[in-house]
């Protein structure tokens, strides 16, 4: 999943990209409200850390201009201050939900999944099965038929929207807008890699392989169990 991070302060900023690249998210970083808007513009994100003190706009005329434009990302913002006042501006600007400064990380990752859950039905559950795949988006686990599958951070990335989209087939570009941030390159060979990488980890040694490629269209990852199991 693809975050924007509004933050300014470059050590608040690297503590939080630091956690949530660890926890598999994308993370892409603003540093004032006109850039904000304008990486909305061209990117597409499932999630927005607001910071409210920001230089150019605040995070409030930001959160208030996105959603006037019709912008329905989901938005947690951040603030030194802790005056109702300032929370009740905040969720009337069209925040979704409001974390004081200072805080543990621990708090914001929980934060960021309920919001995830609020946002899309297919997030409800942190563990879910694909098949005979169980995923476990809180601890970044895999298992296939009980066994454990290793994945590094961005295996697992790309694994999870496969997973969460399940007899779908994804093409690239759609995979690199929720699963890189700005810096990925389009001519890079970086998400077959991936796909190579995962196919070998979950298909090589199953008697089904789940991990599909359509020539010219993208990947999709097989769920075989019947609409009763479901």
Not at 19 to 35: C, H, M
Not at 70 to 92: C, F, N, S, Y
Not at 138 to 152: A, D, H, M, Y
Request: proline letters at 2%.
């Amino acid at each position: 999943m693809r975050i924007l991070l509004v933050e300014d302060d470059e050590g608040i900023s690297n503590f939080i990209v630091k956690g949530l690249q660890e926890s598999a998210f994308a993370v892409d970083v603003a540093v004032n409200g006109e850039d904000a808007l304008y990486q909305v513009s061209i990117n597409t994100y499932d999630l927005i850390i607001l910071d409210v003190i920001i230089p150019i706009k605040d995070g409030f005329e930001v959160c208030k201009e996105l959603r006037e434009k019709g912008v329905q990302i989901p938005i947690l913002m951040l603030t030194a201050k802790d005056e109702v006042e300032d929370r009740i501006e905040g969720l009337e600007a069209g925040a979704d939900d409001y974390l004081t400064k200072p805080f543990a990380y621990g708090e914001l990752l929980a934060r960021v999944h309920a919001l995830m859950r609020r946002k899309e039905k297919s997030y409800v559950e942190s563990r879910f099965t694909v098949s005979d795949l169980e995923i476990d988006s809180n601890s970044q686990k895999l298992w296939r038929e009980g066994k454990e599958i290793p994945l590094t951070a961005k295996e697992f990335t790309v694994l999870e929207y496969l997973a969460r989209n399940a007899n779908r087939v994804i093409g690239r570009e759609e995979i690199s807008e929720h699963c890189w941030n700005e810096t990925y390159d389009p001519f890079s060979n970086s998400i077959e890699v991936i796909v190579n990488r995962l196919r070998k980890k979950i298909d090589q040694e199953a008697d089904t392989t789940l991990l599909q490629t359509r020539r010219g269209a993208g990947y999709m990852l097989e769920d075989r169990r019947s609409n009763e199991d479901i």
